[in-house]
């Protein structure tokens, strides 16, 4: 025996069977403070204590990479761009007026007057929102849009560590890990910024857990219920994110009967018998909302073409992602569609480490059937044209599925993130393989596995979110003197006009809880405005709103003439316009009031922007 191995002992008077280990560093008497040392450490180490130390660094992580929002919530926002946290903003504070005022949850007119939009096809996130509703009330939408970035990375992270602790892994360090990189992986950070909807992932791993267990239950038709629910709950946060999931589902079990063919008479039965269940049960649950985003007032059918051939390059695979220890924003300014879509990103070490899991473990049915999966995900991802350095090498096989039904409403470069889950399970089968080895070499192994790790994790480590100061709103907005001008069926026309690049007037209106209705703005809804159309980026073709956008971003004021005045003051009743605001602090703010004050007449400064009441101009009678 070496002197680092523990020896057994038997206490005087001990009974028989009760002997206790003893190590070097153990006092030998059972009042010894050693021994109640050690006793307090097993005690305080308990699986539940373990479970909450992990969520709390899960958390403190979260926060670490959201810190800088937290200093000015509704100052700060992501430094590229600020159009999807004004849109998500937005959608919560219509998720107040649903629970306040009853408003119809899957339409609104407050935006895009008078055509509305169709929420179920933007992504409202009413499964987010509305538990927000405290929250967006007491504090304003900004501070739940960063709070649900917040909870989404750590609740995702916690999610999968608790289903891989439970269900996957015997050993709480190799969920831990894996939990880890599905909740701040590369992905996952660059879509923080601007998607809380896609990185609010924690109910995707109970979803999975559930498909598996139907392929081994014994009361189908309860789980299939319990599967509906969660199948549900998940469509009101983020339809394609369920969509890959289910698709994710069918690769991998297919990829396991392919491998365990003698499997399938014992678990197509019950599998069959449960997702039936589940789509009849979360058909009926859903078919109202989806008729309404499929066929009700403005919606449309397919993504808009400038999103449709989003997809990665090769090497985005091997490039750690902008948001981590290692990235460089300006090297991967060509391997991503932009800074939102990240969805690769992994790393030269952290390929190769998976690469290297799925050789070690590669007798495992398991292991193969999730390389298989991540890879069909990974070559999907690459869009329809296949590049390298942003040169193009082929045509992707996802030019044969673009135009399916349900997937021609899909971004191909997600299909990334699918990858990136498959990558966090390999890691905690990894860490789990190697801890649980009896032989003389596990110390040589477990420490050549935490060095792998630390390689291949260390430089895609998540680093707080890159944040820019944005223009506060109005004072004339959040001291309501807007309220003396504009009624219940009139317009709020901020200049520039709300449209994709400017989301101004999206975060005033928020603020208000959408008091007042804008025109304009941004969201996807059919081409020409007729249901049914395929999809675009914002409303119908706005004759006045292209022209103060020229002027906001040349700073030149044009000489208009009697035809564009008449076609600008037909938009303005077409809005049912009450009043033009112009911020005094908006970039160009001198060329943009000469151009109005040519549309409509002089205006006058009130608090601080400049104002001009154009109801007498706009009115039935007018």
Request: glycine share 8%; hydrophobic share 50%; with cysteine.
């Amino acid at each position: 025996m070496t002197s680092a191995e523990p020896r057994v002992e038997s206490r005087p008077g001990a009974r028989a069977g009760s002997e206790v280990a003893v190590t070097p560093d153990t006092p030998a008497w059972p009042g010894a403070g050693g021994r109640v040392a050690a006793l307090l450490r097993g005690r305080r180490w308990t699986p539940r204590r373990q479970d909450l130390a992990v969520h709390g660094v899960f958390l403190l992580v979260a926060v670490w990479v959201t810190s800088r929002i937290w200093v000015d919530p509704a100052g700060r926002v992501a430094s590229l761009y600020s159009s999807d946290p004004a849109q998500v903003q937005f959608f919560l504070a219509h998720s107040v007026r649903v629970v306040l005022h009853g408003e119809f949850p899957f339409y609104t007119d407050q935006f895009n007057y008078p055509d509305g939009v169709n929420l179920m096809a933007n992504t409202a996130i009413l499964a987010l929102g509305i538990p927000m509703v405290p929250v967006t009330l007491l504090f304003g939408p900004a501070v739940s849009f960063v709070t649900l970035v917040t909870l989404g990375l750590a609740g995702t992270a916690a999610a999968w560590y608790h289903v891989l602790s439970r269900h996957v892994v015997r050993n709480r360090l190799a969920a831990a890990v894996g939990g880890w990189f599905c909740g701040f992986s590369p992905a996952m950070l660059s879509h923080a910024n601007w998607h809380p909807n896609i990185i609010s992932q924690f109910l995707l791993p109970f979803i999975v857990w559930r498909v598996l267990v139907l392929t081994r239950a014994t009361r189908p038709v309860r789980d299939g219920a319990l599967l509906a629910l969660l199948v549900t709950g998940q469509a009101f946060i983020n339809e394609e994110i369920l969509l890959f999931t289910a698709l994710a589902c069918g690769a991998f079990l297919l990829a396991v009967l392919a491998q365990r063919r003698d499997r399938w008479p014992a678990a197509w039965r019950p599998l069959a018998t449960g997702l039936a269940v589940c789509a009849v049960l979360a058909g009926v649950l859903l078919a109202y909302p989806l008729w309404v985003q499929f066929a009700g007032p403005m919606a449309y059918h397919g993504l808009s073409d400038t999103v449709r051939d989003y997809g990665n390059d090769i090497a985005a695979f091997f490039a750690p992602g902008s948001p981590t220890l290692g990235g460089n924003e300006r090297a991967n300014v060509n391997l991503a569609p932009n800074y939102s879509e990240e969805n690769a990103f992994f790393g030269w070490s952290l390929s190769l480490l998976a690469v290297g899991i799925v050789f070690w473990l590669r007798r495992e049915v398991v292991v193969r059937a999730l390389a298989v999966t991540g890879l069909i995900f990974a070559v999907l991802s690459l869009g329809e044209r296949v590049s390298w350095w942003d040169r193009d090498l082929a045509t992707g096989p996802w030019e044969l599925l673009v135009r399916l039904p349900l997937l021609d409403a899909v971004v191909p470069t997600r299909f990334g993130l699918i990858t990136g889950v498959v990558i966090g399970v390999l890691l905690a089968l990894a860490v789990e393989r190697a801890w649980s080895l009896r032989t003389v070499e596990r110390r040589t192994v477990r420490t050549l596995t935490v060095a792998g790790l630390v390689l291949a994790l260390l430089p895609i480590a998540p680093m707080p979110l890159q944040v820019t100061t944005r223009p506060a709103v109005p004072r004339f907005i959040t001291a309501d003197r807007w309220r003396e001008y504009v009624g219940p069926d009139q317009t709020l026309v901020s200049v520039p006009v709300p449209s994709m690049g400017n989301t101004q007037a999206m975060r005033w209106a928020a603020s208000t809880n959408l008091d007042f209705k804008i025109p304009g703005g941004y969201f996807l809804a059919p081409r020409n405005g007729v249901t049914g159309d395929p999809g675009r980026f914002g409303g119908r073709p706005s004759g006045i709103g292209d022209l103060l956008e020229e002027v906001a971003t040349t700073g030149r004021t044009p000489k208009l003439d009697d035809r564009q005045r008449r076609r600008c003051l037909d938009e303005l009743r077409h809005w049912r316009a009450a009043v033009v605001v112009l911020p005094l602090d908006q970039q160009n703010a001198e060329p943009l009031r000469r151009t109005v004050e040519q549309l409509v007449g002089p205006g006058r400064q009130e608090m601080d922007v400049w104002l001009w009441d154009v109801r007498t101009l706009t009115g039935r009678s007018a």
